[in-house]
């Protein structure tokens, strides 16, 4: 053999080596050797226009089901708009399409998209979007500048497939997309996803309030706590409780589920999460390897992933951002409900909604809301005080009192028929300051510690309280959110039995 060709068959060996490599990397994840094999469809786009169909969140555009290259319009409006961000508070949203995030949109990979953007006339503001699907400079943000009750247009080829986020970029940028100005534009591959049972519509935002996290009344943007990246609130799909309760997200078991989840920040990178789900598959910031195995993932700020699993067993499957302050004390917090036979080789165990879903264990909290606009207009009544701090107290003292006030012996103290709520004072106290030491209950001596709850606002631990007094036998009464304000001001002494 010579020495060329013995060169040669070494050569052909490398490539075979690598050949085989490609080959265990394509089987490894289909999607990325379907995108792999295709060589795009960049054609002229062919046939009548198509105008997309757009969808609010969670729900997502069905599949295009197109083998060619089309011409898409899209035309979303900008819409500034009050709406809920918890029970009983509101924004001013700036919105694509009257939702946060904005309007779902779905093309195929090689379509010409002819883009249409309207700002509704009621609007303050000027807007644009940059669209990180698109090839070309600001993605599109300077041919789309808006002025309220103009549109704009401009075209451009989805060249690449995957999720994109889009968002608003008028300046102050960081402002308009603290105020909800993002969504996601997913580019299908030329042969389509895979087929499967659900696919939903999932965005994480960090909001700025004025006011502290849940405090009531229409809540003003802070440009400061923005710029200190402090959020008042991290939310998916924009609003506490969006996707919790009665709006939960949906499937049964043994279907699979696809995710699209989106980060619009402005500044937090999340650690998303679904409680009691392992995420078979992620397109890890979008792009086109798939992970497998997968318990949390990270979604960048302006970034997004595509993530599926399979249901096995029911109950609620808890999506959150791991960084885990932001799920429980700022609204970071969704709910999958899955319906379903029992499969008890799997998991055995009961299901135990509230250790993890708080008071977003119940169907809504609408009573809160209920209470915070009669408040508002005078006509609050003990009624609506103590509907509304039955919603609060399941998960915020349900833990340790339990949901029936009996508490646990030796433990928790009793909040049923408790001769310590004799002092109304003093348990506006306990709420705000904590509890340690030895204390008597009926009689019976505890030395445990109860942790200060002081980050529920005055009409909180007033409602909860109401609640309290008015239950379980307990002698009735009210609390008052001034009664907890004027103790909240007050000396931070002790709240010792010897008080009494
Ligand atoms: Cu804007």
């Given at each position: 053999?010579?020495?060329?060709?013995?060169?040669?068959?070494?050569?052909?060996?490398?490539?075979?080596?690598?050949?085989?490599?490609?080959?265990?990397s394509?089987?490894y994840a289909a999607g990325q050797a379907?995108?792999?094999?295709?060589?795009?469809?960049?054609?002229?786009?062919?046939?009548?226009?198509?105008?997309?169909?757009?969808?609010?969140?969670?729900?997502?555009?069905?599949?295009?089901?197109?083998?060619?290259?089309?011409?898409?319009?899209?035309?979303?409006?900008?819409?500034?708009?009050?709406?809920?961000?918890?029970?009983?508070?509101?924004?001013?949203?700036?919105?694509?399409?009257?939702?946060?995030?904005?309007?779902?949109?779905?093309?195929?990979?090689?379509?010409?998209?002819?883009?249409?953007?309207?700002?509704?006339?009621?609007?303050?503001?000027?807007?644009?979007?940059?669209?990180?699907?698109?090839?070309?400079?600001?993605?599109?943000?300077?041919?789309?500048?808006?002025?309220?009750?103009?549109?704009?247009?401009?075209?451009?080829?989805?060249?690449?497939?995957?999720?994109?986020?889009?968002?608003?970029?008028?300046?102050?940028?960081?402002?308009?997309?603290?105020?909800?100005?993002?969504?996601?534009?997913?580019?299908?591959?030329?042969?389509?996803?895979?087929?499967?049972?659900?696919?939903?519509?999932?965005?994480?935002?960090?909001?700025?309030?004025?006011?502290?996290?849940?405090?009531?009344?229409?809540?003003?943007?802070?440009?400061?706590?923005?710029?200190?990246?402090?959020?008042?609130?991290?939310?998916?799909?924009?609003?506490?409780?969006?996707?919790?309760?009665?709006?939960?997200?949906?499937?049964?078991?043994?279907?699979?589920?696809?995710?699209?989840?989106?980060?619009?920040?402005?500044?937090?990178?999340?650690?998303?999460?679904?409680?009691?789900?392992?995420f078979d598959k992620v397109r890890f910031?979008?792009g086109s390897i798939a992970q497998k195995?997968v318990?949390?993932?990270?979604?960048?700020?302006?970034?997004?992933?595509i993530v599926e699993?399979?249901?096995?067993?029911?109950?609620?499957?808890?999506?959150?951002?791991?960084?885990?302050?932001?799920?429980?004390?700022?609204?970071?917090?969704?709910?999958?409900?899955?319906?379903?036979?029992?499969?008890?080789?799997?998991?055995?165990?009961?299901?135990?909604?509230?250790?993890?879903?708080?008071?977003?264990?119940?169907?809504?909290?609408?009573?809160?809301?209920?209470?915070?606009?009669?408040?508002?207009?005078?006509?609050?009544?003990?009624?609506?005080?103590?509907?509304?701090?039955?919603?609060?107290?399941?998960?915020?003292?349900?833990?340790?009192?339990?949901?029936?006030?009996?508490?646990?012996?030796?433990?928790?103290?009793?909040?049923?028929?408790?001769?310590?709520?004799?002092?109304?004072?003093?348990?506006?106290?306990?709420?705000?300051?904590?509890?340690?030491?030895?204390?008597?209950?009926?009689?019976?001596?505890?030395?445990?510690?109860?942790?200060?709850?002081?980050?529920?606002?005055?009409?909180?631990?007033?409602?909860?309280?109401?609640?309290?007094?008015?239950?379980?036998?307990?002698?009735?009464?009210?609390?008052?959110?001034?009664?907890?304000?004027?103790?909240?001001?007050?000396?931070?002494?002790?709240?010792?039995?010897?008080?009494?």
């Amino acid at each position: 053999m010579s020495h060329i060709v013995k060169n040669m068959l070494a050569g052909a060996l490398v490539a075979l080596g690598l050949a085989s490599t490609m080959l265990a990397s394509t089987a490894y994840a289909a999607g990325q050797a379907a995108s792999a094999k295709s060589t795009g469809d960049f054609g002229p786009p062919q046939g009548a226009p198509i105008h997309a169909v757009l969808t609010s969140p969670p729900n997502v555009p069905p599949p295009t089901n197109r083998k060619y290259p089309a011409k898409v319009i899209v035309e979303l409006e900008v819409v500034e708009k009050e709406m809920p961000i918890s029970e009983g508070v509101s924004y001013t949203f700036w919105t694509f399409g009257g939702t946060v995030p904005g309007s779902f949109i779905r093309v195929r990979q090689g379509d010409t998209v002819e883009f249409h953007l309207k700002n509704h006339p009621d609007s303050k503001m000027p807007h644009n979007i940059d669209l990180h699907g698109v090839t070309g400079p600001g993605g599109g943000a300077a041919s789309s500048f808006t002025a309220p009750g103009h549109a704009s247009q401009f075209t451009f080829k989805a060249l690449n497939e995957g999720i994109y986020v889009y968002h608003c970029a008028t300046a102050p940028v960081g402002m308009h997309v603290a105020n909800g100005m993002y969504g996601l534009i997913l580019v299908e591959p030329p042969e389509g996803l895979s087929k499967v049972d659900h696919e939903y519509y999932v965005m994480q935002g960090d909001f700025y309030t004025t006011g502290k996290y849940r405090e009531k009344g229409l809540q003003a943007f802070d440009m400061e706590k923005a710029i200190d990246e402090r959020p008042t609130y991290v939310l998916f799909n924009g609003a506490e409780g969006a996707l919790t309760g009665d709006k939960a997200i949906t499937a049964k078991t043994n279907e699979t589920v696809r995710l699209f989840v989106g980060n619009g920040g402005p500044n937090l990178v999340s650690s998303f999460h679904v409680i009691g789900a392992i995420f078979d598959k992620v397109r890890f910031e979008g792009g086109s390897i798939a992970q497998k195995n997968v318990q949390t993932t990270l979604i960048p700020a302006g970034g997004a992933a595509i993530v599926e699993y399979r249901t096995k067993v029911p109950g609620s499957y808890v999506l959150v951002d791991h960084s885990i302050f932001r799920a429980f004390n700022k609204g970071a917090l969704a709910i999958m409900k899955v319906t379903g036979p029992e499969d008890k080789s799997i998991y055995s165990g009961k299901e135990l909604d509230s250790v993890y879903l708080g008071d977003r264990s119940q169907p809504n909290m609408t009573a809160v809301t209920t209470a915070t606009a009669n408040a508002a207009s005078g006509k609050l009544t003990v009624q609506d005080q103590a509907q509304a701090g039955k919603a609060l107290f399941a998960g915020t003292c349900s833990v340790c009192h339990q949901a029936n006030g009996v508490g646990l012996p030796g433990v928790f103290p009793p909040l049923a028929k408790s001769d310590f709520l004799g002092d109304i004072g003093r348990a506006i106290k306990v709420v705000l300051q904590g509890l340690s030491g030895k204390v008597t209950v009926n009689g019976t001596a505890y030395d445990s510690v109860m942790p200060p709850m002081n980050q529920l606002n005055d009409d909180e631990v007033a409602n909860i309280l109401t609640y309290v007094l008015n239950e379980w036998g307990n002698p009735g009464g009210r609390v008052s959110a001034d009664d907890v304000k004027k103790v909240r001001a007050a000396k931070p002494g002790v709240a010792t039995q010897a008080e009494h």
